[in-house]
C-alpha cells in the first residue's frame, strides 16, 4: 500500500509539474517594448517574445486605456508588462505610458496585422474546397463553349449540363484524392478552381453561363458548383490543440518532394479529431532507417522534430496547414502533432 501511495504521489506531482511547464515561456532575449513595421505577421511578434508562440492568446492583453485596443497597426508600440506576476502584452497608449486598469481581460486577438503570410493561402480560403465524390459526380459539367470551342477562358460563353446549382458558380476540376496512409479511409476530394461565372440560362437541364474570371482554361467536363464569396480573414489567433494529434502530412501543394517554409500542406486529422484553426503544430521528421549489423533487421530510428505549422483550413477529416519554421527539409509522411 505505501509503494501504491508513493507512485500516486510521484505521478500527481509529475502531473502538477507538467502543467504548470504548459504556459508560456518568454525568450531569454525578449524586448520590454517592440514597435510594429511593415510587414510584421502576428506570428513575427509572438515569437519575438516567446519561445512557444502559439500561446499569445495567454499574454495578450487589451488596454482600455488606449483606442482601439484590439488592433494591432504597423507604427504601434508594444510593452512587455506584469499583471499579479505573469507576462502580458499590451498595446501603448500614445503618450507612451502603460496604463493598467482593473477591467483589463484576456481576449482573442482580433487584428489588421495578420497571423501568418496570407499571399500563400489565399487561394485556399477563396476557392479550393474539399468535397465527397457524389457532390463531384452529380455536379453539372461543361459540354462546349460558343461556336464549339473545346477550350474556354474569361468573358466566354459556355453550356453546360445539369441542374442550376446557383447564379453565381465556380468551375471546378477534379483534383487529388486524400487517403488516410495507416487506414486507407477515404479523407476528401479537392476541387480545385478553375473559374467563377454566371448562369445567364437555363432551357431544361441545358445551362448557359458566361465566365467572369478564370486561372487556368476551363475544358469539357469541368464542373459546377454553387460560388461561395468568401472574404480572406486575417484573424487567426495562433493556439495549441484542445486535443492530443498524432497524424501526418500526406500532400503537400505543386507535388515537391521537399517541404519548406510558407509551403501549404494536407494532414490526415481534421475537426472530428477537434483540430481548430488557428492551431499549431509541430512537425516531426521520420527517423531514418538502419540495419542492425547482428540481427540484419532494418530498424526505424526515433523521430525528430523539425518544423512548425499552423492549421488555417479545416475539414471533417483532413485539414490545410502552412509550415511557419522548418529547421531541415520536412517530407510527405512526417508526422505532426502537438508541439
Do not use: C
Not at 507604427?75 to 477591467?103: F, H, W
Not at 476557392?127 to 460558343?146: C, F
Not at 472574404?231 to 501526418?248: H, L, M
Not at 515537391?256 to 494532414?267: A, C, F, L, P
Request: glycine fraction near 8%; aromatic fraction near 8%.
Amino acid at each position: 500500500m505505501r509503494k501504491l501511495l508513493y507512485a500516486l504521489a510521484a505521478t500527481l506531482l509529475l502531473a502538477t509539474s507538467w502543467a504548470q511547464a504548459a504556459g508560456p515561456e518568454l525568450r531569454s532575449d525578449h524586448p520590454e517594448r517592440y514597435t510594429v513595421v511593415k510587414g510584421d505577421t502576428l506570428w513575427d511578434i509572438s515569437s519575438r517574445f516567446l519561445n512557444n508562440p502559439w500561446y499569445w492568446p495567454e499574454i495578450w492583453h487589451v488596454n482600455p486605456q488606449v483606442r482601439n485596443p484590439h488592433l494591432i497597426y504597423p507604427g504601434d508600440e508594444l510593452a512587455l508588462v506584469y499583471i499579479d506576476g505573469k507576462p502580458r502584452i499590451t498595446k501603448v497608449g500614445s503618450n507612451g505610458v502603460v496604463k493598467l486598469s482593473p477591467k483589463i481581460r484576456s481576449e482573442p486577438i482580433d487584428t489588421p496585422i495578420p497571423a501568418i503570410p496570407l499571399d500563400a493561402i489565399s487561394s485556399f480560403l477563396t476557392e479550393t474546397r474539399i468535397v465527397d465524390k457524389q457532390t463531384l459526380d452529380n455536379a453539372p459539367y461543361v459540354l462546349e463553349g460558343e461556336d464549339g470551342r473545346i477550350v474556354m477562358g474569361a468573358q466566354d460563353t459556355v453550356y453546360a449540363r445539369g441542374d442550376k446549382p446557383a447564379n453565381n458558380v465556380g468551375i471546378f476540376r477534379r483534383s487529388q484524392a486524400y487517403v488516410d496512409p495507416e487506414t486507407n479511409e477515404f479523407l476528401g476530394l479537392e476541387a480545385r478552381s478553375i473559374a467563377r461565372g454566371e448562369v445567364t440560362g437555363d432551357d431544361g437541364n441545358i445551362l448557359t453561363l458566361k465566365l467572369r474570371r478564370s486561372s487556368e482554361e476551363v475544358r469539357i467536363g469541368d464542373r459546377l458548383l454553387a460560388g461561395k464569396d468568401q472574404a480572406i480573414q486575417p484573424q487567426f489567433t495562433p493556439s495549441a490543440p484542445d486535443t492530443d494529434i498524432s497524424g501526418r502530412m500526406i500532400a503537400v501543394e505543386g507535388g515537391v518532394t521537399q517541404i519548406g517554409q510558407y509551403d501549404v500542406v494536407v494532414i490526415n486529422r481534421g475537426t472530428r479529431e477537434g483540430l481548430k484553426v488557428g492551431n499549431v503544430l509541430a512537425v516531426y521528421r521520420s527517423g531514418n532507417l538502419a540495419r542492425d549489423p547482428y540481427t540484419k533487421e532494418m530498424v526505424e530510428l526515433p523521430s525528430e522534430r523539425a518544423g512548425l505549422l499552423m492549421v488555417f483550413q479545416t475539414y471533417e477529416k483532413l485539414s490545410y496547414g502552412l509550415v511557419l519554421k522548418s529547421g531541415r527539409p520536412l517530407s510527405i509522411g512526417d508526422r505532426v502533432k502537438n508541439p
